[in-house]
């Protein structure tokens, strides 16, 4: 009796073991309530794009999700440890693709996204649209501002009040080549997002016609207090973020 007690404790133990391992490997801790977790790169124009997406946990413990990657069952698994999904974000009218893969496992989630998005994705069910006016269920905990000012793409960008954390997806790019064949860490070196320095990419501030709208944005973003910034393609600015930001943004002046 002592021996069979004995062995599903360790079993237990093991069992907890694996699942703490589990959620290391799948999710990244950035601070308290907040993480991320990378998904499949993709090619964009024939470019390799790695992908990452943020998970914030919400007070109530409703989770919130940053431009989504393709789930697989471990993630889909991880973020169910963490808490309720109940908001699927799409900031701007480029991060959509992944988005009605977790409505169809997460039914319940509230889709926010850009305005183009309503018109490029009808199928999709949207609870709000992000825009200069948007009021969104998880303020105060998440602030946003609409960076205004690309022809192509303006994009939602978002604080998170508690942490200091400015969440980004296309704006700032910081990509590791190490793995890429010459052509693409060169290609990647010219338009100005091969790391570890990163910056804007080329072709969107020349998307930028509209400079006094992007200036006055990127004055309502430094009135945010962040230590640290997160973003969708590479690696992550982990301190002095605001420094970073002012030098990346440069040639908006």
């Known amino acids: 009796m002592c021996a069979c007690l ?13 699942g703490k391992l589990f959620l290391l490997v799948m999710l990244h801790t950035v601070a308290p309530d907040i993480w991320t ?9 024939g470019i390799p794009f790695p992908l990452r997406m ?39 009218a480029f991060h959509h693709l992944y988005i009605g893969h977790w409505q169809e496992h997460f039914p319940e989630a509230q889709i926010w996204g850009v305005s183009k998005l309503k018109q490029k994705r009808p199928e999709l069910h949207f609870s709000g649209i992000l825009d200069e006016t948007a009021e969104t269920p998880w303020q105060p905990h998440i602030e946003q501002i609409y960076f205004r000012g690309s022809a192509i793409l303006p994009e939602m960008m978002f604080w998170h009040r ?24 060169r290609l990647k070196r010219i338009i100005g997002v091969e790391g570890p320095q990163g910056g804007v990419p080329l072709d969107l501030r020349l998307s930028v016609w509209h400079r006094r709208a992007a200036r006055d944005s ?8 962040f230590e640290r910034i997160i973003i969708a ?21």
């Open 54 to 92: 943020t998970i914030v946990r919400l007070p109530d413990q409703r989770l919130w999700l940053h431009s989504p990657v393709r789930p697989s069952k471990e993630q889909l698994a991880a973020l169910q440890v963490l808490g309720s999904t109940a908001f699927l974000v799409a900031p701007n």
């Open 162 to 185: 508690s942490t200091k954390t400015l969440i980004l997806t296309d704006y700032i790019q910081n990509h590791d080549t190490g793995n890429d064949g010459w052509f693409w860490r």
């Open 233 to 253: 393609h590479g690696n992550c600015i982990e301190g002095n973020g605001r420094e970073y930001l002012q030098k990346a943004f440069e040639w908006l002046q």
């Open 218 to 225: 990127l004055q309502q973003l430094m009135q945010w207090d």
């Open 37 to 45: 977790m990378d998904g499949e790169s993709i090619r964009f124009f």
């Open 6 to 18: 004995f062995a599903c404790l360790l079993v237990k133990r093991n069992l907890i073991l694996i």
